[in-house]
């Protein structure tokens, strides 16, 4: 079974700043995709970035990126220019290839961006 | 974009209640899923349909069962409601090998 781990329940940043969360996995599947989604107050899960196992080219959209290694079973999400928006809890997610599609979660890390 | 509808934002139900949670999708989604989400343990998958009448358990079913009469509808079903079971709720949908797409949530209290 797969597994994803983030290792950091709580963060924060100052506004304008870089932050990056860590996500690590679990699993022996070769295909299979990786999502980073943002939960904020309103409490809608918004997806905020995929990477596919298979690319190796980190994905990026805007100011988010990731930093994917796969070999190394990591998943990290980078925020840059922090915004008061971007306060939130942050999931880091799997999905298998081909399979049922589920997604598997972490537990979260609670971002907050202060002034 | 896509809409995933829940039914109610906040629930309050009695324990020993059969209570209905329902999530309606506008985008003609194979997948539906309910998640369950509590605090320092994320979200933890309850049950999940890849097609009408299809169900299959996830990681934490006991107690719970589900309804997909309509490819549109995946319904939660309580069958008598505890207070263990006070938690979030949260449906999504997705195509095959697809993000999902969350619903807002419902907060059920079990009292």
């Known amino acids: 079974a797969q597994t994803v781990t983030q290792s950091q329940p709580e963060m924060s940043v100052q506004e304008a700043e870089t932050v990056t969360l860590s996500c690590t996995y679990d699993t022996s599947e070769n295909n299979y995709y990786l999502f980073w989604y943002k939960q904020p107050p309103s409490r809608q899960m918004i997806l905020v970035i995929r990477q596919e196992a298979y690319k190796q080219q980190n994905a990026t959209e805007n100011r988010f990126s990731v930093n994917f290694q796969k070999a190394a079973k990591s998943f990290s999400l980078k925020i840059s220019d922090s915004q008061l928006g971007d306060t939130a809890m942050y999931f880091c997610?799997?999905?298998?290839?081909?399979?049922?599609?589920?997604?598997?979660f972490g537990k979260g890390t609670k971002l907050t961006v202060n002034p | 974009d896509v809409k995933v509808t829940q039914s109610s934002r906040y629930l309050v139900k009695r324990t020993g209640e059969k209570v209905f949670l329902e999530c309606v999708q506008d985008m003609d989604h194979e997948n539906m899923f309910w998640y369950r989400q509590d605090p320092g343990l994320g979200l933890r998958l309850i049950y999940f349909?890849?097609?009408?009448?299809?169900?299959e358990k996830g990681d934490i079913p006991e107690g719970y069962s589900v309804s997909r009469e309509k490819k549109e509808r995946f319904s939660l079903i309580l069958e008598s409601a505890s207070t263990n079971q006070t938690s979030m709720y949260l449906c999504?949908?997705?195509?095959?090998?697809?993000?999902?797409?969350f619903g807002n949530g419902t907060r059920l209290t079990v009292t």
């Open positions: 349909s890849y097609d009408v009448k299809m169900k």
């Open positions: 997610a799997f999905m298998k290839q081909g399979g049922s599609e589920k997604l598997v």
């Open positions: 999504a949908s997705s195509l095959k090998n697809s993000p999902l797409h």
